[in-house]
T-cell receptor, first 110, second 115 residues
Framework: DAKTTQPTSMDCAEGRAANLPCNHSTISGNEYVYWYRQIHSQGPQYIIH???NNETNEMASLIITEDRKSSTLILPHATLRDTAVYYCIAISYNTDKLIFGTGTRLQVFP | NAGVTQTPKFRVLKTGQSMTLLCAQDMNHEYMYWYRQDPGMGLRLIHYSVGEGTTAKGEVPDGYNVSRLKKQNFLLGLESAAPSQTSVYFC??????????????FGSGTQLSVL
C-alpha cells in the first residue's frame, strides 16, 4: 500500500478555503485516495475519496494530480467546526490493514 | 441503525488486571479493526479481521488479543494491563469493495486508563 505524507499542521482563517496537501508518490493504479477527519477525541469521519478524477461532495473537494502522486483536500469556506486532524490514506483491492499515519492538524481561527 | 458500538466508554484498570473491549456493528461489514490513539498522536492499528473467524496483527499488537467469533462482533482483550496501554481505543468496520467505496465507520471510542 502506498505511504502517504502530510504536513503536521496548518492554519486557516475562518471563511477562507483550506487546502490540505497529501503526497502519495508510490501510489499504484488501483489505489484510491481517501480522506478522513477527526474532531477532538471523536471517532474519525469519512470525508471524500477518489481514484484519478477530481471529486466534490457536500463537505469538500478532492483534487488529484494527473500523475496521481499527490492530492489536495479543499474545504471551500472553512469554519471553526472544521478544526480537526485530517488523514489521507490509500486503499486498493488488496488492502486489508488500514494504516492512518499522523495526519494534518488544521486549526481554523476567527 | 446503530452503526459501530463500543462498550464500555470508560474504564479504569489496575496494572495486571484483565478486560475485554467489545465492538459491535450492524452493517454486515466483513472487515473490522481495532486502533489505539495516544494523546496528540495519530491512530495506530492493533489488530484487524477480514472475516468471521479470522484475525491478523496490525502495527502494535503486543499485549493484546482479539477474537471474531461472530461477524458482527470484534473483541479486544488485555490479559495483563500495563500503564503503557492507557489510551483511547477505536473500533472501525468496512465492507471490502476493492477501494471503490470502502468507507470506514468508527465507533465513539473507549477511554482506558491503567494505573
Amino acid at each position: 500500500d502506498a505511504k502517504t505524507t502530510q504536513p503536521t499542521s496548518m492554519d486557516c482563517a475562518e471563511g477562507r478555503a483550506a487546502n490540505l496537501p497529501c503526497n502519495h508518490s508510490t501510489i499504484s493504479g488501483n489505489e484510491y485516495v481517501y480522506w478522513y477527519r477527526q474532531i477532538h477525541s471523536q471517532g474519525p469521519q469519512y470525508i471524500i475519496h477518489g481514484l484519478k478524477n477530481n471529486e466534490t461532495n457536500e463537505m469538500a473537494s478532492l483534487i488529484i494530480t494527473e500523475d496521481r502522486k499527490s492530492s489536495t483536500l479543499i474545504l471551500p469556506h472553512a469554519t471553526l467546526r472544521d478544526t480537526a486532524v485530517y488523514y489521507c490514506i490509500a486503499i486498493s483491492y488488496n488492502t486489508d490493514k488500514l494504516i492512518f499515519g499522523t495526519g494534518t492538524r488544521l486549526q481554523v481561527f476567527p | 441503525n446503530a452503526g459501530v458500538t463500543q462498550t464500555p466508554k470508560f474504564r479504569v484498570l489496575k496494572t495486571g488486571q484483565s478486560m475485554t473491549l467489545l465492538c459491535a456493528q450492524d452493517m454486515n461489514h466483513e472487515y473490522m479493526y481495532w486502533y489505539r490513539q495516544d494523546p496528540g498522536m495519530g491512530l495506530r492499528l492493533i489488530h484487524y479481521s477480514v472475516g468471521e473467524g479470522t484475525t491478523a496483527k496490525g502495527e502494535v499488537p503486543d499485549g493484546y488479543n482479539v477474537s471474531r467469533l461472530k461477524k458482527q462482533n470484534f473483541l479486544l482483550g488485555l490479559e495483563s494491563a500495563a500503564p503503557s496501554q492507557t489510551s483511547v481505543y477505536f473500533c472501525a468496520s468496512s465492507y471490502p469493495t476493492g477501494g471503490m467505496d470502502e468507507k470506514l465507520f468508527f465507533g465513539s471510542g473507549t477511554q482506558l486508563s491503567v494505573l
